[in-house]
C-alpha cells in the first residue's frame, strides 16, 4: 500500500472506517431494536457484562472476524431507548458503581450524553459522580482518550 501522503492516509482510515461502520449497521438492521428508529443509531451491548470493547473504537485495529463476534452480542438503539436502558442499568447497578472510577469507555458515553443535552447532574447520577466531575471530563481536564480518530 503506498500512500503519496499522510492526508491520503488518513481519507483512506476514514473511508475504511465508515464502510466498516456501515457494514456493522447493516448487519444490525439498520434500525432501533426496541422502537424501530432509523436515525441517530448506536450500537449497545445487550448485555453490558459481557462486553469486551467498543465495536466502533476498535473497527479498524481488530480483524473483521473478531469485531463480528462482538457484534453479535449488540443490538442498534435509538439515542432515547439507548438512554432508557443505561439509565435502568444504573439504576440496577447503581450501588456497587457509587465509588467506581470512570473508565475510558465511560467517559465516552458520557460525552456522548453531554453531546444530547442531558445536564452534568443527571448524568453525574447515573454513574455515581459528582456533576463536577462531569463537566471535568466536558472540558477535557480530567480525561483525555488517547488514540485520535
Ligand atoms: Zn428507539
Redesign the pocket.
Known sequence: MGYKNKNDMNTYLKEKYYRLKKAVFNLLGNK?A??G?TEGLQIDHKDKTLKKYNVLRQLRCKPWAIILKEVEKCQL??K??HLEKTKKEFDRYGEKNSSAKLKNEDVEEIRNFIKQGLSYREIGKMYGVSNVSISNIKNNKTWKIGRAV
Request: net charge neutral; aromatic share 0%; hydrophobic share 10%.
Open positions: 432501533c426496541q422502537c428508529e438503539l435509538c432515547k431507548c
